[in-house]
């Protein structure tokens, strides 16, 4: 729980000793992933970043809702202070468990991809980008980074 920095307001989702993972989310049959700052993929101080994109499809009648996720999620936790800091960081990201009305549609996990950002992947930081440029938003393209590819379970076992 202590790794899950996104909540946070800091730049990378998830950090580790070893290694830093930016997740992402696209629907059905995107092909591209939107970046939304100029810090998220910039590796300075870090040893290691996945970037790992998990794309969904809605479902209604196979897929789960993000309510299932957060009541597994619950009943795995066995102490109250993580579980006190797992809602709270929840909160932070928008979702309240007395809204879970609200978060009924069902999606369904279609596919997976992660690569490896290091100083050859396509990105815009602050390294290669004019010092009066503030703030970028920008996609990139998936298909074009089959380089980068790697297995997002061995880099969780290489995280701890």
């Known amino acids: 729980m202590n790794s899950w920095k996104g909540p946070e307001k800091h730049s990378k989702d998830f950090i580790t000793q070893n290694i830093a993972f930016e997740i992402k989310s696209i629907l059905n049959d995107e092909i591209a992933v939107q970046i939304s700052n100029i ?17 969904f499809i809605e479902d209604s009648e196979n897929g789960k809702t993000i309510n299932h996720f957060v009541d597994s999620i619950i009943s795995n936790i066995s102490c109250d202070k993580t579980l006190h800091l797992f809602l709270t960081k929840l909160g932070l990201s928008g979702y309240y468990l007395h809204h879970q009305k609200h978060y009924g549609l069902k999606f369904l996990l279609t596919n997976e991809h992660s690569f490896s950002v290091n100083s050859d992947f396509p990105r815009l930081i602050k390294n290669n980008v004019a010092t009066e440029i503030t703030s970028v938003k920008y996609k990139l393209d998936l298909s074009s980074l089959s380089d980068f590819k790697v297995e997002l379970t061995a880099q969780i076992k290489d995280s701890y």
């Not at 998220?40 to 998990?54: A, E, G, H, P, R």
């Open 39 to 55: 810090d998220q993929l910039d590796t300075t101080n870090i040893d290691k970043l996945i970037l790992s994109v998990f794309q």
